[in-house]
């Protein structure tokens, strides 16, 4: 350490004299400047040896050799230093740039200034993002397209797309590396998709370098869970709310930010089913759904779902998105390939399809009528079991093809629009007669479509998920609404007027969409081509099946009111609701029948119950007289 001491002392005493560029060195010396005598003594030997430039490297060098060996400083430990020093640099100067004032330049020299290529230190400039936009020509139809009979799409509407922004869409890209970037989270915009209502911009993570404890550069990977947490940092910066992220798109290594257009354009049904997507998909059960947010036709086969479920807040577009599945169905089917059976306890939402050929009976409003469409969906069913059985039949199709043209039996279609008012009006029977046709049904041809817009866990019981793989979620107003019906946040996002999220039956990923459009005149000019080429028998409206059904169950309940009545000595709507097993309108319907009959007296008000007017023995007695009474009435209407 002494050694080391004294050779830098001398060695910097020679340094001094030499960098004092004196013109006499000896008299700067008598004044005890520079380095003194011994400065001057060891800076003029080797200057004069071998001249000032080498002289001045050799002081120097061993000047540092000396506090090397004073200080058992290391070779490693100088390239380390180094190291550290240069990195320092770098983040002074980047630093620097981020406070200075932004010049705009363009996106390509931008990306080469603030992001790296995330593969390789050093590699070709980033090319710009690819840009596509929404397909405006559509293919056109080929004759053989359609089958023979069915309707022309010149009765659907075509939309008219609304123009692109290319400028726009370069500037939100700008925009997200920059704001990205200012929150350490350096990122490149690979790829630009834009759609009906939302435009995703495909975000590639970058690197993020550090230095070490050891002074090494370490490269680190962005995260997703970085870019997820930024969602509403990217929402102030781009004065668009909500976006969404979807981490990681689906088939890509791309994190996928999701920004609503400034113009949101209409997606109808026939430029959907014009595509080649829709025309390709050979099943008679084939619907539109909609458009992606790149643009491209989204289909679906409702026989491989096989049910669907539908939900979402008022007026975020349930009603319309069910229009559009009957519509394009009922355009793909003749009246003897399809049934429609149609529940909408709202009247008003699918009375427009009243008069179609493919409807049985009439668009039901009535709750206590709809439990019974349930009872008769359900007897549907056990009899085309029957009937596969007796074939050797495994499915519909299969059944089909092996019986005559006579004996073929349709596909059968359950709409509900509004499946909470029938859960609040009878929850036990209406999951239990769901559920056993959601379980059983595929393989008899028999598909249903409810749709809700109260997805609550009373509603949406954890019974009818399981039956419902296929489902859809319009806009919802909480994160607990959309968990109920997607089992996953991101609903509560969405924009409402026919944006959503669909899962698929055979994948958990949710697909967001903008749903089909189709108005009242176009559902209208539908309904009368196939009025106007339907048999007459089909247009004479006759007793719906489950009408009949109903009137024997009525003749049961009756029956069996009267035998509780005459056993309990109590007569009330709540009485026969808990023994029977009915709703109110029901119960209340029975009590005026007993009154009729002269087994009760009339109501008392208070809510007490009313009086019983024959006794136990005379229980027989008064079912005769019912027996002979209704008997008389038939007669009298014969």
């Known amino acids: 350490m002494v050694v080391g001491l004294e050779a830098a002392l001398l060695a910097g005493l020679g340094l001094l004299h030499l960098l004092a560029f004196s013109e006499d060195p000896l008299r700067l010396a008598e004044r005890g400047g520079g380095g003194g005598y011994i400065g001057w003594a060891i800076s003029g030997l080797l200057i004069g040896a071998l001249g000032w430039p080498i002289a001045l490297v050799l002081l120097a060098a061993a000047a540092g050799f000396g506090l090397a060996v004073a200080f058992h400083i290391s070779w490693a430990d100088v390239r380390r230093a180094w190291t550290a020093l240069a990195a320092t640099a770098r983040s002074l100067s980047l630093y620097r740039r981020r406070l200075a004032p932004p010049t705009r330049p363009p996106i390509e020299e931008r990306k080469k200034a603030v992001v790296k290529p995330p593969a390789k230190r050093a590699g070709p400039a980033p090319t710009p993002p690819r840009i596509r936009a929404m397909p405006e020509e559509k293919p056109k139809l080929r004759a053989r397209a359609r089958r023979r009979g069915l309707p022309p799409l010149d009765l659907l509407d075509r939309a008219s797309p609304v123009a692109f922004s290319e400028a726009e869409a370069r500037r939100r890209a700008e925009i997200i590396e920059e704001t990205l970037a200012s929150f350490g989270v350096p990122v490149r915009v690979v790829e630009i998709n834009q759609g009906p209502v939302v435009t995703q911009f495909g975000v ?202 006579d004996e073929r039996l349709p596909y059968i279609v359950v709409a509900i629009d509004e499946l909470a008012d029938l859960m609040l009006a009878a929850p036990d029977e209406v999951e239990r007669l769901v559920c056993r046709i959601a379980q059983m049904a595929r393989a008899t041809g028999i598909h249903l479509i409810l749709a809700t817009q109260r997805p609550s866990v009373d509603v949406v019981t954890g019974l009818i998920k399981a039956n419902f793989p296929a489902r859809i979620s319009f806009a919802v107003t909480s994160q607990v609404d959309s968990r109920v019906i997607l089992d996953s946040a991101g609903a509560e996002t969405l924009l409402g007027a026919g944006d959503m999220l669909y899962m698929a039956p055979d994948s958990s990923k949710l697909v967001r969409l903008r749903g089909c459009f189709v108005s009242d005149e176009e559902i209208k000019r539908v309904v009368q081509f196939w009025r106007e080429r339907a048999a007459p028998e089909r247009l004479v409206e006759e007793m719906a099946p489950w009408e009949e059904m109903e009137e024997a169950e009525e003749d049961e309940l009756l029956k069996e009111a009267i035998e509780l009545v005459k056993r309990h000595r109590r007569a009330s709507a709540s009485f026969l609701q808990r023994r029977l097993r009915i709703g109110y309108p029901r119960a209340a319907r029975l009590l005026d029948q007993l009154e009729e009959r002269g087994i009760v007296g009339p109501a008392e008000g208070g809510g007490r119950s009313r009086k019983v007017l024959v006794g136990p023995n005379e229980l027989e007695e008064t079912e005769e007289s019912v027996t002979i009474r209704r008997g008389g009435e038939r007669g009298q209407e014969g």
Not at 245 to 259: F, L, N, R
Not at 336 to 351: F, G, R
Request: aromatic content about 4%; some cysteine.
């Open 204 to 405: 590639e993570p970058g690197y993020i370098e550090k230095v070490g404890s050891d002074g090494h550069i370490r490269r680190r990977k962005v995260r997703v869970s970085q870019i997820s947490a930024l969602a509403n940092d990217l929402a102030l910066a781009l004065a668009a709310a909500p976006i969404r992220i979807e981490a990681p798109v689906p088939g890509k290594s791309v994190v996928g930010i999701e920004v609503p257009n400034t113009e949101i354009s209409l997606v109808s049904l026939r430029e959907v089913m014009e595509s080649p997507q829709f025309r390709k998909m050979r099943s008679r059960l084939k619907i539109a759904l909609g458009q992606g947010v790149a643009g491209q036709p989204v289909v679906a086969d409702l026989a491989t779902m096989p049910h669907l479920l539908i939900a979402g807040a008022t007026g975020s577009g349930k009603s319309v998105c069910i229009n559009s599945i009957v519509t394009c169905l009922v355009f793909n089917n003749a009246p003897e390939d399809l049934h429609l059976v149609m529940i909408d306890p709202k009247m008003v939402e699918l009375a427009k399809f009243n008069g179609l050929p493919h409807l049985i009976g009439r668009v039901e409003t009535d709750v206590e009528r709809i439990i019974g469409v349930l009872r008769w969906v359900t007897r549907e069913m056990d009899e085309r079991y029957k009937r596969l059985s007796q074939a050797g039949a495994r499915n519909l199709d299969d059944y089909n093809r092996k019986v005559g043209p």
